[in-house]
């Protein structure tokens, strides 16, 4: 049998459906999980930047990222400290309007819970955006409560909006994320990383 991060990146179940989308790309998945990881960074799915280099948070949301975790970028990339499991392996493309599709749910439906099992325990997991809140968390409210909640969670998971430049609007209408959780969160990293 082939490894779990192997079978993933020939997994080539949305091929038609990515066609389909008006990039009409061929699947890439791309996987970065190892157990034994300290941190988990559980995203929603590779952008297109990704998509061409094969690494996760390639582009200026990794760059953001990486700023609220107070990470260099040798230490985000390190796969025995830290795994980036996204709900879809592949980017999924844009609609008609260039807005980014959805994860598609048959990644998360074939895939998670054999990852996250692999894992195993994992001192911190940080959700990054709704689509990870929803899976991790089981929550049905906006991303906004789920962020502000997060206090509910610590320390073991830490709920994060996305770091995408389109939600630089929401980072200032919500001071407090960059005040109050921000601080705790790096201080967190810190910590599971110096562990």
């Known amino acids: 049998m082939k490894p779990l991060a192997e079978e993933i990146r020939s997994c080539r179940l949305c091929a038609d459906r990515f066609a389909a ?16 990881a300290r941190i ?42 830290v795994s980036i499991v996204p709900m879809a392996f592949c980017f999924p493309g844009y609609d008609a309007r260039k807005a980014d599709l959805p994860p598609p749910a048959i990644c998360k439906k074939t895939w998670h819970h054999r990852v996250m099992s692999e894992l195993g325990d994992v001192p ?34 830490i709920a994060l909006p996305h770091p995408s430049w389109r939600n630089t609007a929401w980072l200032k209408k919500n001071p407090w994320f960059e005040t109050d959780l921000l601080p705790v969160l790096r201080a967190r990293v810190k910590e599971v990383m110096d562990d």
Request: glycine fraction near 10%.
């Open 21 to 36: 989308t008006a990039t009409a790309h061929q699947p890439r998945p791309v996987v970065w999980f190892r157990p034994g």
């Open 40 to 81: 988990l960074i559980a995203g929603q799915a590779p952008g297109a930047r990704v998509h061409e280099s094969g690494r996760p948070f390639t582009d200026p949301s990794g760059d953001r990222l990486r700023d609220w975790l107070g990470l260099e970028e040798g230490q985000f990339y390190d796969q025995a400290r």
């Open 124 to 157: 911190l997991t940080i959700l990054v955006g709704g689509h990870a809140h929803k899976f991790h968390l089981g929550v049905q409210i906006s991303v906004t409560d789920t962020v502000r909640d997060w206090q509910q969670h610590a320390p073991r998971v």
